[in-house]
């Protein structure tokens, strides 16, 4: 590129060209002139942090085609495409140059072969559109915590979903240094359908150069492989966590309220469509975020951020009785973009809403009936499982004061969970915090779930249920977590969940709402006011406590039965488990930690020592004594 600024200048109107260059940063300039060279967009808009401009994406959200306006004032709907409906692993890939090399479990393209490949896809996209700049930042603003982040994109709806998921930065912007490094992502939808979506789906793709953190990303309009900040960002994150010393996690952060109008905040990291959003949202705790947590340590404290300011969440299930926050937010006046769900008279449907559903309507397939199949004869749901609503987080009446704290929260608790019909128990606290990273961090298996395309209900393992946005070695990755604690006075109690263990005839043995009970006693824990049982794997609730809890949180009465159906320690199964787990680490991560051998070794060996004495299903009673 000539002259960058001389570009930038024949290319904007005066207006937008002094917005631009109000923001005095080498990096952000080249970046946008290469990506106008590149995608040839007829105009370009540079958004501020005005209310004007933010209403003016939203208005041309609508007036492009992109989003569509419901019955209750404020509600809008989106599709995107029947091959564009969660995160593609396949097609997304990091671009190594070819002097270095990146763990083999990563998907990636030779540097240069990928560029060539991505920029011919991206050339003219923006033909006859409008380039949307966006200055965003990843966690608070004016914080230690904060990234500042540029967006391009010729979608109205990603600007707008931006909008409402992340803090707006333009000022901030205007105050970084010249040579300071942003994270650059340059996003086209690629060519439109009649009905909006991306038709080139066979040429999909989402590269991204770590070495420039810079993302490319097109002919796709789903959310994880279109906003820049969420799953994009979030890989470049953890390499510079990495490079800096602190974590950025697949987490939701949740203030939990104990007896005497104490809080206590737990973090949590389940796989996609595991249980973040549901745990963060339960009634009456505070929802500080859902998905993407950045943990440093300030003071000899562990302190947490929500990178995000908005939730773009499952909307599969959430019903007025399980989920009345949210509820409630979907059912009133104010901002909410609906995603891939059925629409019928100008109002939104999903699956298991708890009510009724009407028998044709308008869906991401164009017009729906009941009985409709697809092109390979299979019924076409009246919406799609991974269908999201996208709120911002202040919508909600429980949205936690602390946010936009700058030096966010301190937090009491960590936790992991995976969807394992049968091993694990619904919810253990570790011995200590290494154990814990090891055991229901790093050895965590889960079920593939809707959220990503490819099949569902295959068994993987998922370190941390961040192993699709790790990009170091994953063993550096474990490490840095053991260690992150060194020098923290308090360090979090580490526990582990499993919201989804399944009886003999394959029925879950909690409900929805047990969850609730499981935060509480992991509060009380926190505090040292509730008693555990060492059990092999780590230590189980006691039967008194349970039953005080359920009927406190739940109103419900708790049996023995249930206990023991739920706390039984099945031998067999966390045997298999745990030998698939080594294997795992032995074959995939070659520089896994010692101690995560040592663990897993020494696991095996108390249940084998356990199912010895005991037999292969231990009652949790047997243990108490
Ligand atoms: P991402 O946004 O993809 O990262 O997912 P998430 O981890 O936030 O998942 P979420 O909490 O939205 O839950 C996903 C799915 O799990 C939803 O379809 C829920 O209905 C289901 N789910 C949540 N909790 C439970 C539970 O306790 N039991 C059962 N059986 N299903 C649950
Ligand atoms: C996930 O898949 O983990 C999500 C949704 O949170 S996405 O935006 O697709 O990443
Ligand atoms: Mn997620």
Redesign the pocket.
Known sequence: MSNVKELLKEKLTAEHFDRLMAVDNVKIHKFVADAIELTSPERVFVCTDSQEDVKYVRRMAVESGEERSLETPGHTYHFDGPDDQGRDREITKYLVPKTETLSEALNQIEKEEGLVEIRGLLKDSMKDRTMILRFLSLGPTGSVFSIPCVQATDSWYVAHSEDLLYRSAYEQFRKIGTDENVFCFLHSAGELSENMVSVNVENKRVYMDYTKDTIYSVNTQYGGNTMGLKKLALRLTIRKADREGWLAE?M?ISGVHGPAGRKTYLAGA??????????AMLPGESIMG??IAYFRKINGEFRAVNAESGI???I??VTAKDDPNIWDVLHKPGEVIFGNILVADKEPYWL?MGAETPEKGVNFSGEWFKGKKDAKGKDIPLAHKNARYTVALKALANCDPELNSPEGVVLGGLVYGGRDAKASVPVQQSFDWAHGIVLYGASLETETTF?IIGAEGVMEINLMSIQDFLAIPLGKYIQNNIDFVKGIKKPPLVFGVN??LKDKDGK?V???R??HVWVKWMELRVHGEAGAITCPTGQIPCYDDLVKLFKQVLNKPYTKEDYVKQFTIRVAENLAKIERVIQYHSQNVPNSPQIVHDTLKATRKRLTEAGDKHGDYISPFDLAH
Not at 270 to 279: D, H, I, N, R, V
Request: hydrophobic share 30%; glycine share 14%.
């Open positions: 697949h939701f389940f796989p996609s469509a595991c249980g973040k959003t549901s745990t859902d998905d773009f969440g499952i599969q299930n298991g959220a919201y989804f879950f909690n409900g929805m047990d969850k």
